[in-house]
Structures are given as C-alpha cells and as structure tokens.
C-alpha cells in the first residue's frame, strides 16, 4: 500500500528556510486522482493545513503561509518538498505530509510526522 | 476562510457509551469535502469518514457521520478502549481548514 515518509532537518535557526521531502512508495505521485499536502501540528495544538501540489507543478496554498511557502514536486524521483522561508519559533511543529482525494478532498494515507525546532 | 468550531471541547465517557461530536462552519460547506480525523498521542491523524458521512476503509460501523450545510456530528455509537482519542474536522472550501479537535477521554 502507499507509504509516505518524512525526512528533513530536524533544527532551523531564526530567518532561514525550512526544507522538507516527503517520498513516496507504494504508489505514484503522478497518480491523476491526487494531490500531494503538507499539513503542521505545533506542540500541543490542532492541525495547520500548509498547501498542496499536483503532479503538473499546480499548488494551492494557505492563505496565511503563502508568502513564505513553496510546494514542488520530483516525478522522477517519487516526492515532493516544502519550503518555508524566514522561519520563527512559532514554525516549531510537526510537519506531516498526506496523500489528499483530488475529488471529495480528505487525506487518506499520512507520513508518520517529522519534528521541526526553530532555534538559535 | 471557512471556520470551523467544534463541540464539546472534552469529552468523558465510559467505554460502551455513546459519543456525539459536533462540528460547526462559519459557511455552508459541500458535504463532499467535510472529513473526521482521529488522532491519538504520538501518531499521525487516522481519517474516519469522508464526505460526510462515508467511513474510510477499515473503520468500523460503530462510527458514523451526518449533517449537512454548516453543522456536522461524528457519532460513534459504543466506545472502545481504542476509540479514546483527539477528534478533528476538515472541509474543504478553496483552501482547507481543520476544527479545533474534541478530546474524547475515559471517565
């Protein structure tokens, strides 16, 4: 079955850019029926949806974030990044990537989460 | 942005009790694209139902869903040991957004 993973550093300084990658196995990016999200959890608090990609390059953004942030996408190599750009402490959370429903828009399959600190 | 509100904050029950979440939008919101997580500590979120009122593959008939427009409930009909968790919606509108969550706890 699909399998998304996680993978990125799990410290940022103050004003630098965060960067993360979410492999896919199991299945396809590439798969028309699919979008492709970043969703965060900071410490002790509910869910943040960040954005998501198509496999065509297409990205939606949360408005609040969308300044700040880039989603891409790498067919060839099964995966997609988020970049977040002048990070603070409040950027501190959980970052999950999720497989998203392009027709009834639910996130069926998660990545188990990485942990990201903002700090100096 | 679409705003949603969930009730009760907490809730405690016993196992084999019922439990009714509510989820509140600050707008209609198409009943396709109005979903329920479950997350417990340390774990991503689990979906539940989707559109409304369908259960995602492998939950069980004991959870349900309804609602239409701007209020929406997750039932799940005689908790489980298993089924004590944090609760969120979802909707999807031109952007999604999630509800606070309810915390459902052992009395």
Same mark, same amino acid.
């Given at each position: 079955q699909v399998q998304l993973q996680e993978s990125g550093p799990g410290? %940022?300084?103050?004003?630098?850019t965060l960067s993360l990658t979410c492999s896919v196995s199991g299945g396809s990016v590439i798969s028309g029926s699919y979008h492709w999200s970043w969703i /965060?959890? &900071? &410490? @002790?608090? @509910?869910?943040?949806?960040? @954005?998501?990609i198509y496999h065509s390059g297409s990205a939606n953004y949360n408005p609040s974030l969308k300044s700040r942030v880039s989603i891409s996408v790498d067919t060839s190599k099964n995966q997609f990044s988020l970049k977040l750009r002048s990070v603070t402490a409040a950027d501190t959370a959980v970052y999950?990537?999720? /497989? =998203?429903? +392009?027709? +009834?828009?639910y996130m069926d399959v998660w990545g188990k989460g =990485? =942990? %990201?600190t903002v700090s100096s | 942005e679409i705003v949603l509100t969930q009730s009760p904050g907490t809730l405690s029950l016993s196992p084999g009790e019922r439990a009714t979440l509510s989820c509140r939008a600050s707008q209609s919101v198409s009943s396709s694209s109005l979903a329920w997580y479950q997350q417990k500590p340390g774990q991503a979120p689990r979906l539940v139902i989707y559109g409304a009122s369908s259960r995602a593959t492998g939950i069980p008939d004991r959870f349900s869903g309804s609602g239409s427009g701007t209020d929406f409930t997750l039932t799940i009909s005689r908790l489980e040991p298993e089924d004590f968790a944090v609760y969120y919606c979802q909707q999807y509108g031109s952007s999604f957004t999630f509800g606070p969550g309810t915390k459902v706890e052992i009395k």
């Open positions: 410290l %940022v300084k103050p004003s630098e /965060r959890q &900071p &410490p @002790g608090e @509910g869910l943040e949806w960040i @954005g998501y999950y990537c999720a /497989r =998203t429903y +392009f027709y +009834f828009h =990485t =942990t %990201v | -």
